[in-house]
């Protein structure tokens, strides 16, 4: 029985560990002779680094569905969602404060189809903290106050959902201010009186999108 040389046995394993041609020594004689590798080994996967596993975010704004300022008019702010192809329905949008800086409610306003009584409608969402009974009122340049409820709350705010009608619109295009008067919880005899600006108005109304469902 032929038994296997060392050093044979040493340069076969290197063979298995390396694609590179390793010295073998010959069986015909004692000469040393350069054997190919069998066959080449794979390359070595490419490792994931540290930098593979981070985030370099993305255009919040850019994404589809977010919400994003497209343009200001006068005091208002039109306000429109991303979407991958057609029209972006857009809302006119006011922040109001309490006259100091400080944000108290928000009001967005969008057109609706004609045919209705209604046409245009708006969302004003004030405080937690507001006396849901006395419900919202708003009167323009100092005119007759019309009274709406609430329609509900969540962790964001109380929502009031107005219906305009087309004598609305046309006194909101005429008048220069609108006032929103809340009263707070907590104090039932007082007032918060919200001004909202109407400089603007118009040309914000005609870039509003016309809605057509909930």
Known sequence: MTHSSPVLTFCAALALLSPVAVFAQSTTSGDLTVAPAEADTPAD???????????????AQSAVGA??????????EIRCIRVEEGEEPCQMYQLLDDGEGSPVAEVSMFRLPEGGKAVAGATVIVPLETALPNQLTMSIDGGQARRYPYAFCNAVGCYARLGLTSDDVSAFKRGA???LTIVPALALDQKVELNLSLNGFTASFDKATIVTSP
């Open 45 to 59: 996967a490419a490792k994931p680094t540290i930098e593979d596993q981070l985030s370099l975010g993305e255009d």
């Open 67 to 76: 919400p994003y300022t497209r343009e200001e008019v006068g005091a208002w």
């Open 177 to 179: 201010n609108a006032t």
